[in-house]
C-alpha cells in the first residue's frame, strides 16, 4: 500500500514537470505578470492551422511563429493585450479566437436554441394550464340537469 | 396553419446547424485583409540579393501575389497554372517565398521554370503573419492601387482560376484601362 501511494506521488510529480515545461518553453519574462499574460493569450488564440487546438496546444510551425510573435509583441513593442488580440483578428479573422463577439452568423447559433427552449416551454405550459382548467372546470346548471336526466333514465 | 408548426421548426433547426458547420469551415475563412490595403513590408528579391522590394512596387496595375515554397507539394501541383496565368494575362506576378531556404527555392525556380516578375524573400514569416497566412499555397488578387480583392486558400488551378479570378480580374483590369484613359 505504501509502495503505491509513492509510486502515485511520483506520476503526480511527473505530471505536474511535464505540464510545466510544455507550458513556458525556454521563454524569458522581464516580469511574473508578462508571463502570465503570455499563457493566458496563447491559451486565448486558436491555430488558425488547427481545427480545434490553441495555440499552447499546438506545435504546428505557425502556431510557434504566432507564439513568438505575442511575445515578441508583449515584450518588446509592449502591447496591451486588447492591441495584441486586435492585431491577430486584423490579420486571421474572428477565427483566432476562441470567444468571438455575438454578430451574424454567431448571433444565429447562439439565439435560436435558446428561442426553442423557450417556445417548448411555452407550448408545455400552454398545454398544462388547458389540462388544469378541463379539469376544475364546473358544469353549468343547465348540463348538470341534462346529465341527470340521463342518469335517471338508467 | 399550425399543421406546418413542426416543418417551420424543422428548418429553423436546420439552418442554424448548417450555419454552424459553415462557420467551422476554415477554407472559406474570409480574409480580414479583403479591401484593405497589402501591408507595407521590405524584403529582399530572392534571384536579385542586391535588390529591395517595398510595397511600392506593387502598385500601378494589378498584381496576383501567390505564397509558396520548395516544401510544399501542393505548390508544385500548381506551378503549371501560374507558368500558364504568366503567359495568358499581363499581371505583375509577384512570388512570396514563405519561409523556405532561399538557395533551394532559386534552384527548384531553376528546374521548373520562374512564373514570377519578383520573388520576396520571407524568410521568417513575418510578412505571412501580416498577410494573415497559416500555409502555403496561398494567393491574393491586389487591383492596381495595391488594394486586396481577393484571397485564395489552396491552389489555383484551371477550374478556380476561372470560377474566382478571371470574373474580378475583367473588373479590375477595365477599371485600370478607365483610370490610364483619364490620366492621359
Known amino acids: 500500500m505504501a509502495i503505491l501511494s509513492k509510486l502515485i ?3 503526480l510529480l511527473v505530471a505536474v514537470q511535464v505540464e510545466a515545461s510544455s507550458s513556458s518553453e525556454i521563454m524569458e519574462f522581464d516580469s511574473e505578470s508578462d508571463r502570465n499574460r503570455y499563457s493566458k493569450l496563447i491559451s486565448e488564440l486558436r ?53 468571438p463577439p455575438l454578430d451574424g452568423a454567431a448571433m444565429i447559433i447562439w439565439l435560436v436554441p435558446v428561442g426553442l427552449v423557450l417556445l417548448a416551454i411555452s407550448i408545455l405550459g400552454l398545454a398544462f394550464t388547458r389540462i388544469r382548467t378541463a379539469k376544475n372546470s364546473v358544469l353549468s ?5 341534462e346529465m341527470q336526466a340521463l342518469l335517471d333514465d338508467v | 396553419m399550425l399543421r406546418f408548426l413542426p416543418l417551420a ?30 501591408p507595407n513590408f521590405e524584403a529582399v528579391e530572392l534571384l536579385d540579393g542586391a ?23 501542393t505548390c508544385l501541383s500548381e506551378h503549371q497554372s501560374l507558368m500558364d496565368i504568366r503567359r495568358k494575362t499581363d499581371l505583375l506576378m509577384v512570388g512570396i517565398n ?5 538557395e533551394k527555392a532559386i534552384s527548384w525556380l531553376d528546374q521548373q521554370g520562374n512564373p514570377f516578375h519578383l520573388n520576396i ?33 489552396g491552389d489555383i488551378n484551371e477550374r478556380v482560376w476561372k470560377r474566382e479570378f478571371e470574373p474580378l480580374l475583367a473588373q479590375l483590369s477595365s477599371a485600370y484601362d478607365e483610370r490610364l484613359r483619364v490620366i492621359r
Open chain 2, 98 to 102: 514563405y519561409k523556405d531556404n532561399p
Open chain 2, 121 to 153: 524573400v520571407d524568410q521568417n514569416g513575418e510578412l505571412g503573419i501580416d498577410l494573415g497566412v497559416y500555409g502555403a499555397p496561398e494567393s491574393f488578387l491586389l487591383d492596381s492601387q495595391g488594394i486586396i480583392r481577393h484571397k485564395r486558400i
Open chain 1, 9 to 11: 506521488l511520483l506520476l
Open chain 2, 51 to 73: 535588390k529591395t522590394i517595398s510595397t511600392q512596387d506593387l502598385l500601378g496595375k494589378p498584381v496576383l501575389v501567390n505564397v509558396w515554397a520548395t516544401w510544399c507539394p
Open chain 1, 47 to 99: 491555430c488558425p492551422k488547427c481545427m480545434n487546438t490553441n495555440l499552447a496546444g499546438s506545435d504546428a510551425p505557425i502556431s510557434k511563429d504566432l507564439k513568438s510573435k505575442v511575445y515578441n509583441l508583449i515584450t518588446q513593442d509592449g502591447m496591451t493585450d486588447e492591441q495584441i488580440i486586435a492585431y491577430m483578428r486584423e490579420r486571421y479573422g474572428d477565427f483566432v479566437l476562441y470567444d
Open chain 2, 9 to 38: 421548426l424543422f428548418v429553423l433547426i436546420a439552418i442554424t446547424g448548417l450555419t454552424g458547420f459553415y462557420l467551422g469551415d476554415r477554407d472559406k475563412l474570409p480574409s480580414s485583409l479583403i479591401d484593405r490595403p497589402f
Open chain 1, 141 to 145: 346548471e343547465e348540463k348538470k340537469t
